[in-house]
């Protein structure tokens, strides 16, 4: 797996004329763009996923795209990501309760994230398919964000993320290091 990329729902792919749109993809202005988190396959030109479930405990950090926000809690989808022993994890559904967004009051989960929204959380529970998440720590939160109107990822400005197209200022439980990683590298 040594120099392979990760790249993660909204990424840039490639050229559309180079990279073939396909399930793990999407074409927007003859750009394509990663749809789920997956690695680069540059024989086969396009984005080749991996998803290999193996068991997620209780203090595994793990990444996930919201699916649904209410007042308590949100729903996300977990995606596949590599443990110490070099697989990969995926369980369907992971829960973060309002309680658990962050180290200080959050009056509604709408305040800390968005459908979209890609997540790093920790796992504190495991509660039949679902993980019950924590995103209350510096570390754990929203690492990638799009612009509620033009879906542009938005970029970080002090607390506030701004979108680069038409301005738009939004709020989130951000993780320190929004956006600061780029591309993961196996
Ligand atoms: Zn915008």
Do not use: W
């Amino acid at each position: 797996m040594e120099g392979k990329t990760i790249l993660l729902p909204g990424d840039h792919v490639g050229p559309g004329e180079v990279y073939a749109e396909g399930a793990s993809t999407y074409t927007e202005k003859d750009e394509v763009y990663a749809s789920t988190m997956g690695v680069l396959d540059e024989e086969s030109r396009g984005l080749k996923t991996r998803f290999r479930k193996i068991q997620i405990e209780r203090g595994s950090i793990v990444y996930g795209v919201v699916l649904s926000v209410f007042e308590n809690f949100a729903i996300l989808g977990i995606l596949p990501e590599k443990s110490e022993e070099g697989k990969f994890a995926g369980i369907p559904d992971g829960k973060i309760l309002v309680k658990n967004a962050s180290k200080e009051y959050t009056r509604s989960m709408r305040d800390a994230v968005k459908v979209g929204d890609l997540v790093r959380a920790k796992v504190i529970d495991v509660d039949g398919d679902t993980a019950m998440l924590t995103t209350s720590y510096p570390e754990y939160g929203v690492i990638k964000a799009f612009c509620a109107r033009d879906k542009s990822p938005l970029d970080r400005q002090g607390k506030d993320l701004v979108c680069p197209l038409c301005k738009g200022r939004e709020r989130r439980k951000l993780a320190n290091d929004y956006r600061d990683f780029g591309k993961i590298n196996l």
